[in-house]
């Protein structure tokens, strides 16, 4: 039931923003790599190329059950009327694959009011054959995303429907604070920028048990399927259910061109299906990017 009063309050805190009373995914899809975490939209032409670090992988909520850090190198070009397309690449650290993953995609950002933004796309991800990642039991995201500035919070909602060996729905609903340091740090044309941010995720989790079936040639080296009690069959993974709560908060050091950001994100997984054993965990992430005008 605490889960469900963590909920409660973030509706509340959207509600009471709304109407003044208060004083800001993927995540879930990698197309926001390139936008950090303390972004906001620019409508100009721009090329951005960026190079990321983490701790472990996570998808919608739900890591595999070996940890995975990685590295991440990303490329996204935005036109003036705000459609964009892009394309990542995924290595995992301590295996001898060149890329685990690539993904490529495209969509358009719009901006109709000064308070609310959002985006759709389309997100085509392709992996090699040993499909280690817990995200491998997909390969297709359509991501509709919105967002509106309260000026003390910022409120955003993101929805993702998923499919290609499963199918499965997602909404994470989160409230963030954006703020910055008003002083330089080393000259005029530099700031330190934070965005602490809370968020709930709901969905269908199928893909944790196509990801179970599609490895249990591996079930002594990963533990990651159950027979008996526990197992994905005790499970109805296409009903909605909450799946994972957590806090984040993103630091970046700003330039006009480029950004260094580090993030801290703490998750709390809830509902886990029997086929993992995941548990409370802290992720770090470590990112650059430069964007040319």
Known sequence: M???YILLLILIVNAASGTGLTGHDFASSRVYNMLKDTDTIIRKQ???V???YGSDAMFFGRTGPITYPFFSTDVVYNTKAGFFVYGSALRLIGYRTSVDEVDVGGGYLYHPTKKFSGSISYNRFIFNKEERIIESAT???INWKNSMDWKPFKSTIILDYLFGKSSDF???VTQSKYFETKGNIFDDKDYLSFNPAISAII???NFVERYSLDHQDRLDADNIYK???GASSDFNNGRLNMLNYSFKLPIAYNRPHYTFEFSYKYSIPVNVEGAL???HESFYNLSFFYVFY
Do not use: V
Request: proline share 4%; net charge neutral; charged share 15%.
């Open 2 to 4: 605490r889960y469900l």
């Open 46 to 48: 721009s090329l951005s």
């Open 50 to 52: 960026g190079i990321n």
């Open 139 to 141: 390969s297709n995201d």
């Open 170 to 172: 997602f909404m994470t």
């Open 203 to 205: 969905g269908t989790q």
């Open 227 to 229: 027979f008996g009690p």
């Open 277 to 279: 054993e995941n548990k």
